[in-house]
């Protein structure tokens, strides 16, 4: 049984929702938190940097409103992600907001230093931190980390190659702590899988794109509903990591989605010019071959609740 500290230890969905580039905002963020699972944005949505504090007040006052009404069904923690690499100038201020306001949980990425996660843990914040392999998971928990966002094979936007099997499968030798699944997760089903295969939590992002709350534009919505994991790219090119975006996308940018070129990792980017080439070029993970409709995030959140019961009645017989 892994040790799951405060605020994850009493979640009612074993559900993060992933941060979403672009697409997250406070409404999918609170929606998603009053329906069960963690909600979750990148603090760099909000733009410019002085929206964060207004974006933080809303999340924090609207979820404090909400409990204080429903003491015996109160909502999931929410969290933001921190881009831990030196192309964000970004990432003091923003730290900064994040401890004013007593975000309960950090998800750190491509990157961990050892100040964000004191920072975090001044006023008894979690810190998750994004991996992709053995290596920088022993890195990040080195440095402080409380918990691993595990980031394996066809997960959407930055992903690993690492199956799931095998990725949680190693940090189980040595982790008892928080471990959450990325991967094609996007059924109450998978979700159940998640955890027998070793993690704590699903960790959700494509299909939460195709909510009526996703700040995303409606083809995007619809190309989730109609695409499937053929239509799904693997390639640096974008923003010198490696990520899987939508075919579709990439076709509509005047490019071959089968023959991109590589990218200069040293010339890895996350302001304002990684921005653009994500709101044109659609990250996306293998899983959206089971988002059949755009929904709510309600009902989304509702069906994986549904889903799960089923998968468990399933496997007791």
């Given at each position: 049984m892994s040790r799951l500290p405060a605020p994850l230890n009493a979640l009612p969905f074993p559900v993060i929702a992933s941060p979403l580039f672009i697409i997250s905002n406070p409404k999918l963020v609170i929606?998603?938190?009053?329906?069960?699972?963690?909600?979750?944005?990148?603090s760099l949505n909000a733009r410019p940097a002085s929206m964060l504090d207004d974006w933080l007040a809303e999340i924090t006052e609207t979820l404090a409103a909400y409990n204080a009404a429903h003491p015996d069904a109160p909502a999931a923690p929410f969290a933001i992600n921190q881009i831990v690499h030196k192309s964000n100038d970004r990432l003091e201020h923003d730290?900064?907001?994040?401890?004013?306001?007593?975000?309960?949980?950090?998800?750190?990425?491509?990157?961990?230093?050892?100040?964000?996660?004191?920072?975090?843990?001044?006023?008894?914040?979690?810190?998750?931190?994004?991996?992709?392999?053995?290596?920088?998971?022993?890195?990040?928990?080195?440095?402080?980390?409380?918990?691993?966002?595990?980031?394996?094979?066809?997960?959407?936007?930055?992903?690993?190659?690492k199956s799931p099997f095998a990725l949680v499968q190693e940090l189980r030798q040595w982790f008892d702590g928080p471990i959450a699944l990325s991967g094609s997760i996007a059924?109450?089903?998978?979700?159940?899988?998640?955890?027998?295969?070793?993690?704590?939590?699903?960790?959700?992002?494509?299909?939460?794109?195709?909510?009526?709350?996703?700040?995303?534009?409606?083809?995007?919505?619809?190309?989730?509903?109609?695409?499937?994991?053929?239509d799904i790219v693997y390639s640096n090119l974008f923003t010198g990591v490696h990520g899987n975006y939508l075919a579709p996308s990439i076709r509509a940018a005047g490019l071959d989605p089968e023959h991109l070129p590589e990218s200069d990792p040293s010339k890895m980017n996350f302001g304002s010019a990684d921005a653009k080439a994500w709101k044109d070029i659609w990250g996306c993970g293998q899983g959206i071959g089971a988002v059949t409709k755009v929904q709510s995030t309600a009902d989304f959140v509702a069906q994986l609740k549904r889903e799960y019961q089923e998968a468990r009645a399933r496997l007791l017989g």
């Open positions: 929606t998603q938190c009053i329906a069960g699972v963690v909600g979750s944005m990148p730290m900064a907001a994040c401890v004013k306001y007593q975000v309960p949980i950090i998800i750190t990425s491509l990157g961990a230093r050892e100040d964000i996660n004191a920072a975090a843990h001044s006023y008894g914040g979690v810190v998750l931190h994004d991996i992709i392999n053995n290596k920088f998971a022993h890195k990040a928990i080195e440095k402080g980390a409380d918990g691993l966002v595990a980031v394996a094979t066809g997960a959407g936007g930055h992903a690993g190659v059924t109450g089903g998978a979700v159940l899988a998640a955890q027998a295969m070793g993690a704590d939590f699903a960790y959700i992002g494509s299909a939460f794109i195709a909510t009526h709350e996703a700040r995303a534009a409606e083809d995007y919505k619809q190309a989730i509903v109609d695409c499937n994991s053929d």
